[in-house]
């Protein structure tokens, strides 16, 4: 890592990592799309967006991503996910589209678009890390069961919806959209540092 500023990859298939790049370079960090194997190597943390987990991963595949990722998580890769991001950082999950797979790497269950049987997408004051910040949900997970290792940040509805396993970290909700920074600073400062 160059001296204290990572370099933030944002997987760039599917999803809305143009406003994943705006919040990382606004916190004063470098960011780049990811869209090819050899461009991982050149970063620091990767952010995965939200949009549709299913396609996220199935076009991940056919980038010959898929496993080079899984492959980077295991090495401890600081990986920050949003929404469709979660999803794609959970160890299992639940009503994914047959034979969905994720890269995994947090130890938990993650339902998807699980608050959307309610309500297809709203906003909502949380607390985060002792703040209270404004969550935009939109089709979003929530965790439904995580293992004794995974630190829960946020709850939402009685279910975490922000959580750490060491260097991964993932949210139910969008900070990408609400300009406010301080989850993608949480992320650079206490987890890629
Ligand atoms: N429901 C979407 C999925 O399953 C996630 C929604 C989002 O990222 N806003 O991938």
């Given at each position: 890592?160059?001296?204290?500023?990572?370099?933030?990859?944002?997987?760039?298939?599917?999803?809305?990592?143009?406003?994943?790049?705006?919040?990382?370079?606004?916190?004063?960090?470098?960011?780049?799309?990811?869209?090819?194997?050899?461009?991982?190597?050149?970063?620091?943390?990767?952010?995965?967006?939200?949009?549709?987990?299913?396609?996220?991963?199935?076009?991940?595949?056919?980038?010959?991503?898929?496993?080079?990722?899984?492959?980077?998580?295991?090495?401890?890769?600081?990986?920050?996910?949003?929404?469709?991001?979660?999803?794609?950082?959970a160890d299992r999950i639940l009503d994914g589209a047959p034979g969905q797979e994720?890269?995994?790497?947090?130890?938990?269950?993650?339902?998807?678009?699980?608050?959307?049987?309610?309500?297809?997408?709203?906003?909502?004051?949380?607390?985060?890390?002792?703040?209270?910040?404004?969550?935009?949900?939109?089709?979003?997970?929530?965790?439904?069961?995580?293992?004794?290792?995974?630190?829960?940040?946020?709850?939402?509805?009685?279910?975490?919806?922000?959580?750490?396993?060491?260097?991964?970290?993932?949210?139910?909700?969008?900070?990408?959209?609400t300009g406010d920074l301080r989850i993608h600073q949480y992320f650079f400062e206490?987890?890629?540092?």
């Amino acid at each position: 890592m160059a001296g204290n500023s990572p370099r933030i990859g944002v997987l760039a298939l599917q999803g809305d990592f143009r406003e994943h790049i705006a919040s990382s370079l606004k916190a004063g960090h470098s960011a780049a799309p990811i869209r090819r194997k050899s461009e991982l190597e050149d970063i620091d943390a990767l952010i995965l967006p939200g949009g549709e987990s299913t396609t996220i991963a199935l076009l991940a595949k056919s980038y010959d991503l898929f496993q080079p990722i899984r492959e980077k998580i295991s090495q401890g890769l600081p990986v920050y996910g949003s929404c469709a991001g979660m999803i794609l950082l959970a160890d299992r999950i639940l009503d994914g589209a047959p034979g969905q797979e994720t890269f995994g790497g947090i130890n938990m269950t993650v339902r998807r678009n699980a608050f959307g049987r309610q309500v297809e997408s709203f906003e909502g004051e949380i607390d985060f890390n002792r703040e209270k910040i404004n969550g935009v949900f939109i089709r979003a997970p929530w965790v439904e069961e995580v293992s004794s290792d995974v630190e829960v940040l946020s709850m939402a509805a009685g279910h975490p919806v922000a959580v750490r396993q060491g260097k991964l970290f993932a949210t139910s909700f969008h900070p990408e959209l609400t300009g406010d920074l301080r989850i993608h600073q949480y992320f650079f400062e206490e987890i890629c540092r």
